[in-house]
């Protein structure tokens, strides 16, 4: 069998996740970068168990390592409000792009209407 590729078994983030007996875990030079530190990050969100994490000597750089030092900081069973504050991040992002379409709509409504009645000015346009 071939053998996995950087932090490629996936198995370990799930397990993390639920597993409710481990309490230290050495990923020391295990060749991760920062996405995997993410997967680390989410299943350190469900997992209330684990008291210590080495992840030395692996190239998760500061963007990684933020992510899991922020999910250390989160209190227990803090996973929910996490996803919830994503999913309102996502939407947030939706919502200023239907508002900078909507408000090319209404300039270029105003623009017409300027143009065909010469009653709306813009302000500082002559």
């Not at 309490?23 to 168990?49: F, M, P, Y």
């Not at 996490?82 to 105003?110: G, H, I, K, P, S």
Request: hydrophobic share 35%; glycine share 6%.
């Amino acid at each position: 069998a071939g053998k996995p590729s950087r932090g490629g078994d996936e198995r370990l983030y799930d397990a993390l996740k639920t597993n409710s007996r481990l309490v230290k875990l050495n990923l020391s030079g295990c060749e991760l970068l920062s996405r995997h530190a993410t997967l680390i990050a989410d299943a350190l969100l469900d997992n209330h168990t684990l008291q210590s994490l080495d992840i030395s000597s692996n190239a998760i750089e500061d963007a990684g390592f933020g992510r899991i030092a922020a999910s250390l900081c989160m209190p227990p069973d803090s996973s929910d409000a996490w996803e919830q504050v994503q999913d309102t991040r996502e939407e947030l992002a939706d919502l200023r792009q239907e508002f900078r379409q909507v408000n090319r709509e209404y300039n270029t409504y105003l623009e017409r209407l300027r143009k065909e009645n010469g009653v709306i000015k813009q302000p500082g346009v002559d």
